[in-house]
């Protein structure tokens, strides 16, 4: 794919962003697109929010479990930029207009404390170089009308990203066994959804691994300071407009995410 279609795709989505109204599947007038296509759709419109002033703070790692790989159809991980404006105050409401069709999903992020520069790196790189583990709340969305999505669509879509909400309870890495931390997800109190630090490539770090040495073959390090969310530990559930979706970590601490309703003020 040339760099011209590159911009005819990444430009559609990005006005999906500024409209509010998602696009086609792009796989369906593409069948062929590849995850490599994919990728420079999705680099064309980092590019142009690079331009805007926006600043990237780190990247996602999606589709880890196999409840997401489920729920998505498909096979392997992505990854997509996060940027300073996604990371948002959990103590304000979420203007749930921000996005087109929210859904939400519990994660264990982490950030660096010195840069990571794959290809070739192994999980002790990954203990030497992390500074302590978070619990967050990733709020994924859509530029893709109804969720069609297949692997190709979600890299283009900048990995389906939304948001994303950090906990206050910074943990060492080596204090605990990220894989056996458990979670628990309420929507407005009611348990939605179940999951472990495992159900991420059998271990939380695994997702920082395979995206230093990913991002690292396309000679991109990750930066001390970066947040990097691992992945979901379970399947995520969509969020309306009052929703409070609220994941609670043993060991981690719990995060919120209380989505705004329009037609309540005091919401």
């Known amino acids: 794919m040339n760099d011209e279609r590159f911009a005819r795709f990444g430009d559609a989505l990005l006005e999906a962003y500024e409209t509010q109204q998602p696009t086609s599947p792009l ?53 997509g930029h996060l940027f300073d404006d996604m990371v948002l105050d959990g103590s304000a409401p979420i203007p749930t207009e921000r996005f087109i069709s929210p859904r939400v999903e519990p994660e264990i992020s982490f950030v660096l404390g010195r840069e990571l520069a794959g290809p070739g790196l192994t999980l002790p790189d990954v203990l030497e170089a992390v500074d302590y583990a978070v619990a967050s709340i990733e709020i994924i969305d859509s530029r893709i009308a109804d969720w069609r999505i297949g692997l190709a669509d979600t890299i283009a879509d900048n990995a389906s990203s939304g948001a994303l ?44 691994l395979w995206l230093a040495n990913t991002l690292g073959a396309l000679g991109q390090p990750l930066e001390a300071g970066s947040i990097v969310m691992a992945g979901a530990v379970c399947a995520a559930v969509p969020a ?27 919401a």
């Open 165 to 208: 909400m950090l906990g206050s309870t910074p943990l060492a890495i080596d204090a605990r066994d990220l894989g056996l931390i458990g979670c628990v997800l309420t929507r407005n109190g009611e348990v939605v959804g179940t999951g472990a630090g495992a159900a991420v490539l059998g271990h939380p770090l695994n997702g920082v």
């Open 27 to 79: 796989t369906a007038s593409e069948p062929d697109l590849t995850p490599q296509d994919a990728y420079g759709i999705q680099l064309h419109q980092v590019r142009a929010w690079k331009a805007a002033g926006r600043r990237v703070r780190g990247y996602k790692v999606g589709l880890t479990s196999k409840a997401m790989q489920r729920q998505l159809g498909v096979d392997q991980p992505d990854f």
């Open 240 to 266: 309306a407009p009052g929703d409070v979706v609220t994941a609670s970590f043993a060991g981690l601490g719990s995060v919120s995410a209380r989505f705004s309703d329009p037609q309540n003020t005091n």
